[in-house]
T-cell receptor, first 115, second 115 residues
Framework: KAGVTQTPRYLIKTRGQQVTLSCSPI?????VSWYQQTPGQGLQFLFE???????NKGNFPGRFSGRQFSNSRSEMNVSTLELGDSALYLC??????????????FGPGTRLLVL | AQSVTQLGSHVSVSEGALVLLRCNYS??????LFWYVQYPNQGLQLLLK??????LVKGINGFEAEFKKSETSFHLTKPSAHMSDAAEYFC?????????????FGKGTMLLVSP
């Protein structure tokens, strides 16, 4: 079974621009979560989508948004980019959304550099 | 709120030596705990997870972790380090929010293996 895929793998943007990142979950998985990884803050949860609905949200400003399509693929968008948005953005998929012990499988990430 | 603390941002061992990476958790309810590994320029790979079925959990690549409730710990061990084990390791706890779960990660421990 193919793993979680993310595109693009690398991205360079300038301040003020917007960016869209894409994630395709493991086949059959309907839950997609997004995380931001930076050297200073570590891994932080952004949001989770299940059945095209946002089910859970972390503590990030409204510039960060996402959506999920009927085939479970997900995109996240960051508007008005700031230098501090430079990070590795990781997508993870799981077969369920509610269970506390659910296993999340991560993609390789998209490395975003904001200049 | 549930959280994890990883002691030591860097751990250095010689090839063939015991690997011990420390993780302590804070949780008011029985936790679900995970260890992930991240190789350079890659996403997170699940090593093992604890879901209360057994206190000693065996994972991939010869790693195992023991859940100790009295010490609120979930330390990761491997009897003999290999050069290929050099990577960053993350301990995580499943956190519930409004009925949905997500992962809260520790700051990570970089494992350095010398010949």
């Amino acid at each position: 079974k193919a793993g979680v895929t993310q595109t693009p793998r690398y991205l360079i943007k300038t301040r003020g621009q917007q960016v869209t990142l894409s994630c395709s979950p493991i086949s059959g998985h309907r839950s997609v979560s997004w995380y931001q990884q930076t050297p200073g803050q570590g891994l932080q949860f952004l949001f989770e989508y299940f059945s095209e609905t946002q089910r859970n949200k972390g503590n990030f400003p409204g510039r960060f948004s996402g959506r999920q399509f009927s085939n479970s693929r997900s995109e996240m968008n960051v508007s008005t980019l700031e230098l501090g948005d430079s990070a590795l953005y990781l997508c993870a998929s799981s077969s369920t959304v509610v269970a506390g012990g659910k296993t999340q499988y991560f993609g390789p990430g998209t490395r975003l550099l904001v200049l | 709120a549930q959280s994890v603390t990883q002691l030591g941002s860097h751990v250095s061992v010689s090839e063939g030596a015991l690997v011990l990476l420390r993780c302590n958790y804070s949780s008011s309810v029985p936790p679900y705990l995970f260890w992930y590994v991240q190789y350079p320029n890659q996403g997170l790979q699940l090593l093992l997870k604890y879901t209360s079925a057994a206190t000693l959990v065996k994972g991939i690549n010869g790693f195992e972790a023991e859940f100790k409730k009295s010490e609120t710990s979930f330390h990761l061990t491997k009897p003999s380090a290999h050069m290929s084990d050099a990577a960053e390791y993350f301990c995580a706890v499943s956190t519930m929010n409004s009925g949905y779960s997500t992962l809260t990660f520790g700051k990570g421990t970089m494992l350095l293996v010398s010949p």
